[in-house]
């Protein structure tokens, strides 16, 4: 087999349900609801250990989105995430409720993406308006939402991008509540994962953690499917995570 039909194997059997549900992922939460705004959340919450972020999403009470400012100090004094203080998760809850009042997500994306046409544009129009809502900052806090960038990108923007998989694919284990994005748009989400299982598989020879690699790696990933490239993200992820790399060693010729 070569290796886009290797691939093209473990995409049909790990895009699944049973699959994602088989261990901890930020998309387990996500899915329970189906609201970009509370996926934004999942994603952005979507580093460190797997079973730490499933547990601190499922402690957060989402509807709070919806309640006045005060409501969200007064309902959100215990919670608390790695990098995240007790008042940053307050804050980022403020400013999430105030996106939610005044500006539609996919649109601000939309309006990124056709100033050339990349969904990194998208991503860095986004981060730009989410500043705009709230003059608090913080590590944090900053951390959280990242920063934009001036001229080209050098961050992976894996929470991002992650993110657009989620709300834009509209098939298996993704939501597609996006519909004026197009999937043969999105950009590969890099984790250690990925970045460690594309460089043994020779997607990629840059070994530095950065945008260009993410870059390399999805024409690569292009070349397998023009119209659905980060379908191949899911697997990648769980081929590092359950160590099956010689597996796929042997299955290709």
Partial sequence: MTLKEVLNAHVASKNSDDELFSYADPLQVATKFKEPHIALICALFAY???????????????????????????????????????????QIFITLSRLKRQGDIEEIFRRGFDKNHAMIDAINEFIKFIYSLNSYRSQGYEFFFSKPFDKSPNSPYKRYNMYLRWMVRDSDIDLGLFKNLNKKDLLLPLDVHTHRISLALGLCTRKSYDFQTVLQITQKLIDFDENDPIKYDFSLYR????????EIFSNIR
């Avoid at 081929?239 to 010689?246: A, H, T």
């Fill in 48 to 90: 460190g250990n797997a079973k730490l972020i499933v547990k601190f999403l499922n402690s957060l009470d989402f509807s709070l989105l919806d309640e006045n400012e005060e409501y969200i100090k007064k309902n959100l004094t215990n919670h608390k995430y790695r990098f995240q203080t007790t008042e940053d998760v307050k």
């Fill in 239 to 246: 081929i590092g995570q359950k160590s099956e790399l010689n």
